[in-house]
Protein backbone atom coordinates (compact mmCIF):
# COMPACT_ATOMS: atom_id res chain seq x y z
CA UNK A 1 0.00 0.00 0.00
CA UNK A 2 1.42 3.16 -0.92
CA UNK A 3 0.46 5.35 1.71
CA UNK A 4 1.09 9.38 1.61
CA UNK A 5 2.13 9.15 5.45
CA UNK A 6 4.18 6.30 6.81
CA UNK A 7 1.33 4.19 9.37
CA UNK A 8 4.10 4.26 11.94
CA UNK A 9 4.82 8.34 11.85
CA UNK A 10 4.43 10.29 14.73
CA UNK A 11 1.91 12.66 12.45
CA UNK A 12 -0.51 9.60 12.60
CA UNK A 13 -0.43 9.19 16.57
CA UNK A 14 -0.49 13.16 16.72
CA UNK A 15 -3.78 13.56 14.04
CA UNK A 16 -5.28 9.92 15.33
CA UNK A 17 -6.20 11.14 18.88
CA UNK A 18 -9.49 13.02 18.98
CA UNK A 19 -8.54 14.88 22.31
CA UNK A 20 -5.26 16.22 20.49
CA UNK A 21 -7.62 17.23 17.48
CA UNK A 22 -9.53 19.56 19.68
CA UNK A 23 -6.90 21.33 20.69
CA UNK A 24 -5.48 21.77 17.00
CA UNK A 25 -9.23 23.20 16.58
CA UNK A 26 -9.22 25.16 19.29
CA UNK A 27 -5.72 26.96 18.39
CA UNK A 28 -6.43 27.18 14.94
CA UNK A 29 -9.94 28.85 15.77
CA UNK A 30 -7.62 31.35 17.64
CA UNK A 31 -5.06 31.79 14.88
CA UNK A 32 -7.57 32.24 12.33
CA UNK A 33 -9.32 35.24 14.13
CA UNK A 34 -6.42 36.96 13.67
CA UNK A 35 -4.87 36.67 10.55
CA UNK A 36 -4.82 39.31 8.13
CA UNK A 37 -6.24 37.26 5.14
CA UNK A 38 -9.68 35.99 7.45
CA UNK A 39 -11.72 38.42 5.11
CA UNK A 40 -10.99 35.64 2.50
CA UNK A 41 -12.92 33.35 4.72
CA UNK A 42 -15.87 35.91 5.32
CA UNK A 43 -16.09 36.27 1.64
CA UNK A 44 -17.93 33.61 0.70
CA UNK A 45 -20.05 33.89 3.98
CA UNK A 46 -19.46 30.22 5.50
CA UNK A 47 -17.24 31.45 7.93
CA UNK A 48 -19.27 33.94 9.95
CA UNK A 49 -22.15 31.85 9.40
CA UNK A 50 -21.15 28.69 11.17
CA UNK A 51 -17.82 28.92 12.21
CA UNK A 52 -17.03 26.03 13.75
CA UNK A 53 -17.96 23.39 10.69
CA UNK A 54 -15.88 25.61 8.93
CA UNK A 55 -13.22 24.82 11.03
CA UNK A 56 -13.84 20.69 11.29
CA UNK A 57 -13.73 21.32 7.35
CA UNK A 58 -10.27 22.45 7.65
CA UNK A 59 -9.48 19.46 9.94
CA UNK A 60 -11.26 17.12 8.15
CA UNK A 61 -9.36 17.40 4.80
CA UNK A 62 -6.16 17.79 6.87
CA UNK A 63 -7.28 13.75 8.46
CA UNK A 64 -8.02 12.87 5.34
CA UNK A 65 -4.51 13.69 3.63
CA UNK A 66 -2.88 11.81 6.79
CA UNK A 67 -4.82 8.72 6.39
CA UNK A 68 -5.18 8.11 3.03
CA UNK A 69 -3.09 6.34 0.46
CA UNK A 70 -1.02 8.63 -1.37
CA UNK A 71 -3.68 9.05 -4.83
CA UNK A 72 -6.39 9.86 -2.58
CA UNK A 73 -4.31 12.41 -0.57
CA UNK A 74 -3.29 13.74 -3.78
CA UNK A 75 -7.05 14.01 -4.79
CA UNK A 76 -7.53 15.63 -1.64
CA UNK A 77 -4.85 18.28 -2.27
CA UNK A 78 -6.23 19.16 -5.16
CA UNK A 79 -9.57 19.83 -4.18
CA UNK A 80 -8.33 22.08 -1.78
CA UNK A 81 -7.00 24.36 -4.50
CA UNK A 82 -9.83 23.76 -6.47
CA UNK A 83 -12.19 25.35 -4.31
CA UNK A 84 -9.43 28.66 -3.47
CA UNK A 85 -9.56 29.09 -7.02
CA UNK A 86 -13.22 29.26 -7.45
CA UNK A 87 -13.46 31.80 -4.53
CA UNK A 88 -10.24 33.81 -6.27
CA UNK A 89 -12.25 33.76 -9.49
CA UNK A 90 -15.48 34.72 -7.58
CA UNK A 91 -13.97 37.41 -5.89
CA UNK A 92 -11.55 38.50 -8.84
CA UNK A 93 -8.58 38.79 -7.02
CA UNK A 94 -5.61 36.17 -5.36
CA UNK A 95 -4.97 34.80 -1.98
CA UNK A 96 -1.88 35.97 -1.04
CA UNK A 97 0.98 33.07 -1.04
CA UNK A 98 1.49 33.89 2.76
CA UNK A 99 -1.68 33.19 4.03
CA UNK A 100 -1.68 30.09 2.24
CA UNK A 101 1.53 29.40 4.31
CA UNK A 102 -0.02 30.76 7.26
CA UNK A 103 -2.47 28.23 7.52
CA UNK A 104 0.30 25.35 6.57
CA UNK A 105 2.86 27.04 9.13
CA UNK A 106 -0.50 26.72 11.91
CA UNK A 107 -0.86 23.48 10.96
CA UNK A 108 2.66 22.06 12.03
CA UNK A 109 2.96 24.00 14.95
CA UNK A 110 -0.67 23.22 16.66
CA UNK A 111 0.23 19.60 16.01
CA UNK A 112 3.44 19.48 17.75
CA UNK A 113 2.31 21.76 20.63
CA UNK A 114 -1.44 19.88 21.10
CA UNK A 115 0.62 16.74 21.22
CA UNK A 116 2.90 17.77 23.64
CA UNK A 117 0.26 19.07 25.64
CA UNK A 118 -1.40 16.41 26.08
CA UNK A 119 0.88 13.23 25.72
CA UNK A 120 5.07 13.77 25.86
CA UNK A 121 7.88 15.57 24.41
CA UNK A 122 8.59 15.55 20.34
CA UNK A 123 12.17 14.57 19.48
CA UNK A 124 13.74 16.97 16.75
CA UNK A 125 13.25 13.84 14.48
CA UNK A 126 9.78 13.77 14.97
CA UNK A 127 9.03 17.89 14.93
CA UNK A 128 10.80 17.43 11.68
CA UNK A 129 8.73 15.14 10.32
CA UNK A 130 5.83 16.35 11.21
CA UNK A 131 7.05 19.66 9.00
CA UNK A 132 7.93 17.62 5.89
CA UNK A 133 4.81 15.67 6.08
CA UNK A 134 2.60 19.26 5.33
CA UNK A 135 5.68 20.73 3.62
CA UNK A 136 4.86 17.77 0.92
CA UNK A 137 1.52 18.88 1.26
CA UNK A 138 2.71 22.71 0.71
CA UNK A 139 4.50 21.76 -2.27
CA UNK A 140 1.36 19.61 -4.01
CA UNK A 141 -0.15 22.96 -3.75
CA UNK A 142 2.39 24.33 -5.61
CA UNK A 143 2.99 26.84 -3.02
CA UNK A 144 5.83 29.54 -3.41
CA UNK A 145 8.25 30.24 -0.50
CA UNK A 146 7.94 27.75 1.51
CA UNK A 147 10.68 26.64 3.99
CA UNK A 148 13.35 23.84 2.71
CA UNK A 149 13.61 22.38 6.44
CA UNK A 150 12.38 22.53 10.00
CA UNK A 151 14.76 25.23 11.51
CA UNK A 152 13.89 27.17 8.16
CA UNK A 153 10.09 26.74 8.90
CA UNK A 154 10.96 28.04 12.59
CA UNK A 155 12.62 31.06 11.46
CA UNK A 156 9.46 31.60 9.34
CA UNK A 157 6.86 30.61 11.63
CA UNK A 158 8.17 33.55 13.62
CA UNK A 159 8.39 35.91 11.52
CA UNK A 160 4.67 35.47 10.13
CA UNK A 161 3.55 35.61 13.44
CA UNK A 162 5.05 39.04 13.91
CA UNK A 163 3.99 40.56 11.12
CA UNK A 164 0.28 38.43 9.65
CA UNK A 165 -1.52 39.08 12.67
CA UNK A 166 -4.20 41.89 14.17
CA UNK A 167 -6.79 42.34 16.04
CA UNK A 168 -9.76 43.56 13.86
CA UNK A 169 -13.54 43.73 13.05
CA UNK A 170 -13.07 40.18 11.97
CA UNK A 171 -11.80 38.91 14.89
CA UNK A 172 -14.16 40.57 17.58
CA UNK A 173 -17.45 38.90 15.28
CA UNK A 174 -15.66 35.08 15.16
CA UNK A 175 -15.24 35.52 18.91
CA UNK A 176 -19.25 36.36 19.33
CA UNK A 177 -19.93 33.36 17.15
CA UNK A 178 -17.84 30.96 18.60
CA UNK A 179 -19.85 32.01 21.67
CA UNK A 180 -23.22 32.17 20.17
CA UNK A 181 -22.33 28.30 18.38
CA UNK A 182 -20.67 26.78 21.79
CA UNK A 183 -22.84 28.13 24.53
CA UNK A 184 -21.05 30.51 27.45
CA UNK A 185 -19.81 26.97 29.63
CA UNK A 186 -17.76 25.54 26.40
CA UNK A 187 -16.69 28.74 25.08
CA UNK A 188 -14.76 29.18 28.46
CA UNK A 189 -13.11 26.44 27.69
CA UNK A 190 -12.45 26.63 24.54
CA UNK A 191 -10.29 30.08 25.02
CA UNK A 192 -8.54 27.97 27.92
CA UNK A 193 -7.45 25.69 25.55
CA UNK A 194 -6.50 27.78 23.13
CA UNK A 195 -4.47 29.96 26.32
CA UNK A 196 -2.54 26.16 26.78
CA UNK A 197 -2.56 25.89 22.85
CA UNK A 198 -1.60 28.95 21.38
CA UNK A 199 1.54 31.07 20.83
CA UNK A 200 2.54 34.10 23.05
CA UNK A 201 2.06 36.50 19.72
CA UNK A 202 -1.67 34.79 19.34
CA UNK A 203 -2.93 34.96 22.97
CA UNK A 204 -1.15 38.37 23.85
CA UNK A 205 -3.67 39.84 21.05
CA UNK A 206 -6.60 37.67 22.02
CA UNK A 207 -9.24 37.99 25.27
CA UNK A 208 -8.17 34.72 26.46
CA UNK A 209 -7.43 35.68 30.17
CA UNK A 210 -4.32 35.23 32.23
CA UNK A 211 -4.86 32.31 34.16
CA UNK A 212 -4.69 29.02 32.99
CA UNK A 213 -7.42 27.56 35.12
CA UNK A 214 -7.70 24.33 32.78
CA UNK A 215 -4.46 22.90 33.45
CA UNK A 216 -5.14 21.47 36.35
CA UNK A 217 -8.17 19.89 35.23
CA UNK A 218 -6.29 19.08 32.29
CA UNK A 219 -3.66 17.17 34.47
CA UNK A 220 -6.49 14.59 35.86
CA UNK A 221 -7.77 14.30 32.91
CA UNK A 222 -4.68 13.01 31.41
CA UNK A 223 -4.56 10.20 33.95
CA UNK A 224 -8.29 9.24 33.89
CA UNK A 225 -8.80 9.70 29.64
CA UNK A 226 -8.24 6.42 28.49
CA UNK A 227 -11.34 5.46 31.18
CA UNK A 228 -14.82 6.05 30.99
CA UNK A 229 -14.47 9.25 33.13
CA UNK A 230 -12.29 10.40 30.99
CA UNK A 231 -14.14 10.05 27.93
CA UNK A 232 -17.82 11.41 29.28
CA UNK A 233 -15.63 15.01 30.52
CA UNK A 234 -14.82 14.91 26.79
CA UNK A 235 -17.77 14.24 24.98
CA UNK A 236 -20.23 16.36 27.67
CA UNK A 237 -18.18 19.31 26.73
CA UNK A 238 -18.81 18.96 23.13
CA UNK A 239 -21.61 20.41 20.94
CA UNK A 240 -23.51 17.53 20.04
CA UNK A 241 -23.47 18.57 16.24
CA UNK A 242 -19.77 17.61 16.92
CA UNK A 243 -19.77 14.76 18.88
CA UNK A 244 -20.22 11.91 16.39
CA UNK A 245 -17.17 13.41 14.23
CA UNK A 246 -14.79 13.63 17.13
CA UNK A 247 -15.53 10.07 18.66
CA UNK A 248 -15.46 8.69 15.00
CA UNK A 249 -11.92 10.06 15.12
CA UNK A 250 -10.54 8.15 17.26
CA UNK A 251 -12.86 5.00 15.80
CA UNK A 252 -11.15 5.48 12.45
CA UNK A 253 -7.42 5.61 13.85
CA UNK A 254 -8.15 2.46 15.59
CA UNK A 255 -9.00 0.74 12.08
CA UNK A 256 -5.70 2.37 10.38
Known amino acids: MNLFVDENSIVRRIWGKADTILFIFAGAAAEFALNKAVDWLYFTGKLPADPLARLFSTVAYSRQIIFSERDEALKAIDKINAIHKGVETARGSQIPDWAYRDVLFLLIDLSIRSYELLEKPLSAAE ?69 LTVPTQVSQQLPLGKIAWLWPVLKVYKAIKNLKPGKFLRDALLPVQYKIQIQGMDRAYALN
Open 127 to 195: KAEVFNVFNRVGERMQLTGIPSDYQHYLQMRKEHLEHNLINSAFTADLYHQYKKHLGFARYQILKQAQL
